[in-house]
């Protein structure tokens, strides 16, 4: 089992910044992969950006080149650094990890919003 809990949600102006951290805890060692989903209200969930155990990145395009996503092993947390966010960010956002037998866990989500 993993559990992940996030922070950093928040509301900002658009143009601003925020950063998201995850923390997974549990079996850990069977993680192959984390990332971020969001989900915006009428819309279906959509991949923001992930990092496997080897430091492979992947982003959506919509948030390629403002979006960082990492991590950092010792303190078993991803983070993602969103700059230069936009209203169209606004959205729940929620941690996922997924074992390398292919079962996922969830986080319990993160309300971002991003005002005009």
């Known amino acids: 089992q993993v559990q992940l809990v996030e922070s950093g949600g928040g509301l900002v102006q658009a143009g601003g910044s925020l950063r998201l951290s995850c923390v997974a805890s549990g079996s850990i060692f069977s993680i192959n992969a984390m990332g971020w989903y969001r989900q915006a209200p009428g819309k279906q969930r959509e991949l923001v950006a992930a990092?496997?155990?080897?430091?492979?990145?992947n982003y959506a395009d919509s948030v390629k080149g403002r979006f960082t996503i990492s991590r950092d092993n010792a303190k078993n947390t991803v983070y993602l650094q969103m700059n230069s966010l936009k209203p169209e960010d606004t959205a729940v956002y929620s941690c996922?990890?997924?074992?390398?037998?292919?079962?996922?866990?969830w986080g319990q989500g993160t309300q971002v919003t991003v005002s005009s």
């Open positions: 996922a990890a997924v074992e390398v037998g292919g079962r996922d866990y």
């Open positions: 990092i496997t155990t080897g430091g492979s990145t």
